[in-house]
């Protein structure tokens, strides 16, 4: 399984910015840095991607390390909604595969 | 908007029975996987399916564990003989294509399977 690193929880104010960060040290060239979270009690869902670029969608986000071994996730304005557990995947043309994540608990 | 849909919601079965878990994956993708999550645990990749066989699948899918698209709407997962520890939510999810640069992954709500 390609193998991510992410913090196992992380804590914020609503209103506030998140990051939450990512190790894929050992991620390949072709492989792509997908996030997807999963609200309690619901199934994942996507939240964006990309490569070797910084992404931006209505949702949050990407921020990707020159070096590709490290991403972060960005919530600009946190709500109590995006309390969830973020997963940080790496993979290209095989199967998307889950770690334990990091989940987020935001505080009124 | 699209989405991915299973049923049922909960399925409670006594152990060694089988039970049949069905989705409805989202009408022009080609890609179907399940995976499951037991309560408090990450979610786990039990298969994929593409063009009716299956493409990969995991340590935990074993001769227990089969899945069929009978009807080219409807994607299954049945398990043979229920174990105490095949309890946990079972997601199905789908995707157009393969390319994980162009494709996101859509998944259900989930069913609840409790063996008792």
């Known amino acids: 399984d390609a193998k991510t690193t992410q913090p196992n929880s992380m804590e914020s104010n609503e209103e506030e910015p998140v990051h939450l960060p990512c190790n894929h040290s050992?991620?390949?060239?072709?492989?792509?840095i997908h996030w997807y979270r999963q609200l309690p009690s619901q199934g994942p869902e996507y939240v964006i991607h990309?490569?070797?670029s910084n992404v931006n969608n209505r949702m949050a986000s990407l921020a990707i390390a020159e070096d590709r071994k490290s991403s972060t996730l960005i919530l600009h304005r946190a709500t109590l909604r995006d309390a969830a557990v973020y997963y940080c995947?790496?993979?290209?043309?095989?199967?998307?595969?889950f770690g334990a994540g990091t989940r987020l608990t935001v505080k009124p | 908007e699209p989405e991915v849909t299973q049923t049922p919601s909960h399925q409670v079965t006594q152990m060694g029975q089988e039970v049949i878990l069905r989705c409805v994956p989202i009408?022009?993708?080609?890609?179907f996987y399940w995976y499951r999550q037991i309560l408090g645990q990450k979610v786990e990749f039990l298969v994929s399916?593409?063009?009716?066989?299956?493409?990969?699948k995991s340590e935990i899918f074993d001769d227990q564990f089969s899945v069929e698209r009978p009807d080219g709407s409807n994607f299954t997962l049945k398990i043979r003989s229920t174990k105490l520890e095949d309890s946990a939510m079972y997601f199905c999810?789908?995707?157009?294509?393969?390319?994980?640069?162009?494709?996101?992954?859509?998944f259900g709500p989930g069913t609840r399977l409790t063996v008792l």
């Open positions: 999810a789908s995707r157009k294509g393969r390319a994980s640069e162009l494709n996101e992954q859509f």
């Open positions: 050992t991620i390949s060239g072709t492989d792509y």
């Open positions: 990309g490569l070797t």
């Open positions: 995947i790496h993979y290209n043309n095989n199967d998307m595969r």
């Open positions: 009408s022009n993708h080609l890609y």
């Open positions: 399916f593409y063009n009716n066989e299956i493409s990969e």
